[in-house]
């Protein structure tokens, strides 16, 4: 029976309140109004910021309303479509995702910049262009995550906020590109222009960082260095690109100095994929006066970076980045042919799957090595779990 034009009943992971575990309930799922589509959600990776906007409200990440469906690197197959769609049909293989392209606006049409603002204050907000979510529970609007809450079985999107992808991409796989490994490889390819035979030095071994180093190392990098509080995430770094690794906690000294006289003045580029302004301000002060950059990628909403001013007068770039540079809609696509042809790595980032009814284990896996007994460091090191949310139809 086809379900188009019906309300779907499927099983979610809902955030009543903030700080408390997630709750399996039944929730319904609208169908798509008008330039909007319907996703049957095949695999979602588990993504510390759905950690941290749970758990870290008030520490750098700005109030969500709540009830809240967390959730933003998913993949799935399109259930419907409502008016006005004509680039997606039932069926298609997609990812949802949390940054737009509308493909008409002023940023859209620049090469400047990727941060298109369709609908942007709304889905910051958890709805939609009419200003309310297609998600609800016991009769209560349950609010959807940056607009997309891939911790439900099925899920609606604006349409210039998901994009199409081959058919024979592997869902389970694919998913990732909706954030974090966008996110770190675009850093820098994108942000950080990494230039052949350059040297770099990647902060925060965890998914983002990872992802950083393989950027680094397609981008032809010859001098990668690793720095992480956490020596288990070394050898992964190294099948990554990594050149080298170094511990902070292992030396008396900041790491920003360390790093300064392993590369004889600093690096080229430095990219900072914790989140830690602390970390920031050692990443800039790593990187080579004259012409070093430095490339925010970690996420943090309120907090206030601390910037010695000399540093930048001496020549010093930097900058910060949001999906890694790339414009979602046309990007995404060439980035799942890149993994398709064996350009990038996808597979090597998953550590665990889990069905979503284990989504709380799956966010106790992503902290577990994370919180290392270093403020300075607080936040780096991640990993990933793949949660498969097995949608069924309820009557």
Not at 269 to 288: H, P
Not at 316 to 329: D, E, H, M, N, P
């Amino acid at each position: 029976m086809s379900t188009e034009g019906q309300v779907i009943r499927c099983q979610a992971a809902v955030a009543w309140e903030p700080g408390k575990p997630l709750s399996i309930e039944e929730v319904d799922v609208a169908p798509p109004k008008a330039h909007e589509v319907r996703i049957k959600i095949t695999a979602t990776g588990v993504c510390h910021t759905d950690w941290a906007y749970l758990y870290e409200t008030g520490q750098g990440m700005r109030a969500r309303p709540y009830p809240l469906v967390l959730g933003h690197e998913g993949a799935g197959v399109v259930e419907s479509v409502g008016p006005g769609v004509t680039t997606f049909s039932p069926g298609d293989k997609v990812i949802p995702l949390f940054l737009p392209q509308c493909g008409q606006c002023e940023r859209c049409r620049s090469p400047k910049t990727n941060l298109c603002m369709k609908h942007w204050a709304n889905t910051q907000m958890g709805v939609l262009a009419d200003g309310t979510s297609r998600i609800s529970c016991k009769g209560q609007q349950v609010y959807q995550f940056l607009g997309v809450s891939s911790f439900s079985q099925y899920t609606v999107v604006p349409d210039t906020s998901v994009t199409k992808i081959r058919d024979d991409s592997p869902l389970d796989k694919v998913c990732l590109l909706g954030c974090g490994v966008s996110t770190g490889y675009g850093a820098a390819l994108n942000a950080g222009k990494v230039e052949p035979g350059s040297s770099c030095a990647v902060f925060g071994l965890g998914a983002v960082g990872l992802a950083a180093v393989m950027g680094c190392q397609v981008a032809g990098a010859t001098r990668i260095i690793g720095v992480d509080i956490n020596p288990d995430k070394f050898e992964k770094a190294k099948e990554f690109g990594a050149t080298e690794c170094v511990n902070p906690s292992e030396h008396s000294r900041p790491i920003q100095e360390v790093v300064v006289e392993m590369t004889a003045g600093g690096v080229d580029c430095a990219l900072e994929c914790v989140g830690s302004v602390t970390v920031m301000r050692a990443a800039l002060e790593s990187t080579r006066e004259a012409w070093g950059t430095c490339v925010i990628v970690g996420w943090t909403e309120t907090e206030e970076m601390s910037v010695i001013v000399h540093k930048l007068l001496m020549g010093r770039t930097l900058k910060g980045t949001y999906f890694g540079g790339w414009k979602s809609v046309e990007s995404v696509p060439k980035l799942v042919e890149d993994y398709m042809n064996k350009k990038m790595k996808l597979d090597e980032f998953v550590t665990h799957t889990l069905p979503l009814d284990q989504i709380n284990v799956a966010f106790d896996l992503l902290k577990s090595g994370k919180r290392l007994g270093s403020r300075d460091f607080h936040q780096i090191s991640k990993l990933y779990s793949c949660v498969h949310p097995e949608a069924h139809m309820m009557p």
